[in-house]
């Protein structure tokens, strides 16, 4: 049974929260003294995750994508919790690709997760934020800030939430809403080390000034801090939380010491 809540206890929404960057996110709100919605479409990983987080946190099953879901959730979570002061848009989807056998299904399966679940579960929540003047942190990616191949589909729904974070702070900002946008370089997850090769691991480090992958507490400490008051003057913001990869384009493994 979830622990019982403090009126001026805060509340954060976590979508994608079953695995990765989400749980532990999560995880770091916990810790920080907030309750979490824990939410994902991944029913059995939820219920596992839940379970790992402890009374603090609820479980939602919904998919992000779905617009009578969405609000059915919200509801659900205002109904559990009275209140919401966070929102971390994190739930995405990674499908990789050529260009040419990208078709529109491929590009919808991205875009309808990554950001129409973005537009949905902001807009179900912007009159909870208003409320209690929170934070709106969107999870988008370095793929949103510089190409690549084999990401036409999932690099321009990050960019696409790159640009809605901007509306979102400059429209919402007058009620005390803050939005902001992370955007996480190579992170070392069980699934990025299951599929990169050691070549791949080699190219990244080459790239990045700190020579290696973050790690999923790292992405998480950055996010936690811009819902938190340490970042009440900050909004609007696309923050690259990657190593210094974005800043440096191709890595020069030649030059390296």
Same mark, same amino acid.
């Given at each position: 049974?979830?622990? #019982? ?42 219920? #596992?995750?839940? %379970? ?26 205002? *109904? ?12 995405? $989807?990674?499908?990789? &690709? ?12 991205? @875009?309808?997760? /990554? ?5 949905? @579960? *902001?807009?179900?929540?912007?009159? +909870?934020?208003?409320? =209690? ?15 690549? =191949? ?5 690099? =321009?729904?990050?960019? %696409? ?9 400059? !429209?919402?900002?007058?009620? &005390?809403?803050?939005? /902001? ?8 997850? #069980?699934?990025? @080390? ?25 992405? +998480? !400490? $950055? ?5 938190? !008051? ?5 909004? &609007?913001?696309?923050?690259? *939380?990657?190593?210094?990869?974005? *800043? ?10």
């Amino acid at each position: 049974m979830p622990a #019982k809540q403090s009126k001026s206890q805060k509340v954060a929404l976590v979508t994608g929260a079953a695995r990765g960057i989400g749980l532990a996110t999560a995880r770091l709100f916990i810790e920080e003294g907030w309750l979490v919605a824990a939410l994902d479409r991944d029913a059995d990983a939820l219920q #596992k995750a839940a %379970a790992d987080l402890g009374q603090a946190a609820s479980a939602f099953v919904c998919d992000v994508s779905d617009p009578g879901a969405v609000d059915r959730t919200v509801a659900d979570v205002l *109904s559990r919790f009275g209140r919401i002061d966070a929102l971390v848009n994190n739930a995405g $989807v990674a499908d990789f &690709g050529p260009i040419e056998q990208t078709d529109f299904a491929r590009w919808r399966r991205v @875009m309808e997760t /990554n950001l129409d679940g973005v537009f949905l @579960m *902001s807009q179900a929540v912007t009159p +909870a934020l208003k409320d =209690t003047k929170g934070a709106l942190v969107n999870i988008a990616s370095i793929s949103g800030l510089r190409a690549s =191949t084999l990401r036409v589909a999932y690099g =321009t729904s990050k960019a %696409a939430v790159i640009q809605l974070t901007k509306q979102q702070a400059a !429209e919402l900002g007058e009620y &005390g809403i803050r939005a /902001n946008c992370v955007c996480p370089g190579p992170v070392r997850t #069980k699934l990025a @080390m299951a599929v990169h090769t050691q070549d791949i691991i080699d190219a990244y480090h080459d790239a990045i000034p700190l020579n290696r992958y973050g790690t999923e507490r790292e992405i +998480a !400490e $950055v996010i936690v801090f811009l819902c938190s !008051e340490k970042a009440s003057y900050v909004t &609007g913001q696309v923050i690259a *939380s990657d190593g210094g990869f974005e *800043s440096t384009g191709v890595g020069l493994p030649a030059l390296r010491k």
